[in-house]
């Protein structure tokens, strides 16, 4: 059991550029979600898959964002044409298939969009 | 919707010594799920205890023990015998009980900054 990951663990973009985030989940963790934490806040949900479907996208995932996790393994979080207040953590996290509450976190990604 | 609310932004408890973080939230569901997490400086969220709503006895990990008060919606933290490595950000987290229109997604309280010192 190595935990979640996550990759790139820091990210500095310019006004405008698209980013991409991965997140690789506890192995046979069929769960996964996003989440985003700004300073001083706790994290916020993004997003959930189930598999490879995802099933609940919060309104918080404007249409700049984007999501995948094509073979129910790993899961991708693209933003198209950032703004600086995209700053923030990108925190992904798991559960298990048979667990009714858990979630296990990666370390997050920080993005900052100058 | 739900609710959490964290009213302490930072606590400071020096080493050995007891501190307790609050913790009230707000939701019209009678089964769900309650979470202390701990992000430590730097470092990734780590769950310390969870809570079952429909469970009266209150969960305890060790040095961490919850007070948990459904009918006045309170789910107080308390750390006893500080550690240094204590030190870090506790979120409380609200979860419905996963169905098909809840899918076990979690609602963060704003977290307390926690300082233990020598």
């Known amino acids: 059991d190595t935990g979640v990951s996550q990759n790139p663990r820091h990210k500095i973009t310019k006004r405008g550029q698209n980013v991409t985030f991965r997140c690789d989940p506890i192995s046979e963790h069929n769960r996964l979600y996003w989440y985003r934490q700004t300073l001083g806040q706790g994290p916020e949900f993004l997003t959930y898959f189930q598999n490879e479907a995802q099933l609940e996208k919060s309104r918080l995932l404007s249409d700049r964002f984007s999501a995948e996790r094509p073979k129910g393994s790993f899961s991708t979080l693209e933003i198209q044409r950032t703004e600086q207040g995209d700053s923030a953590m990108y925190l992904c996290?798991?559960?298990?298939?048979?667990?009714?509450?858990?979630?296990?976190f990666g370390p997050g990604t920080r993005l900052t969009v100058l | 919707a739900q609710t959490v609310t964290q009213s302490q932004p930072e606590m400071s408890v020096q080493e050995a010594e007891t501190v307790t973080l609050s913790c009230t939230y707000d939701t019209s569901e009678n089964n769900y799920y309650l979470f202390w997490y701990k992000q430590p400086p730097s470092r990734q969220m780590i769950l310390v205890i969870r809570q079952e709503a429909y469970k009266q006895q209150n969960a305890t990990e060790n040095r961490f023990s919850v007070n948990f008060q459904k009918a006045a919606k309170s789910f107080s933290l308390k750390i006893s015998d500080s550690q240094l490595g204590d030190t870090a950000m506790y979120f409380c987290a609200f979860m419905k009980h996963p169905t098909t229109d809840s899918w076990g997604k979690l609602q963060f309280g704003a977290g307390t900054q926690v300082v233990v010192t020598p």
């Open positions: 996290a798991s559960r298990p298939k048979f667990s009714t509450d858990t979630q296990y």
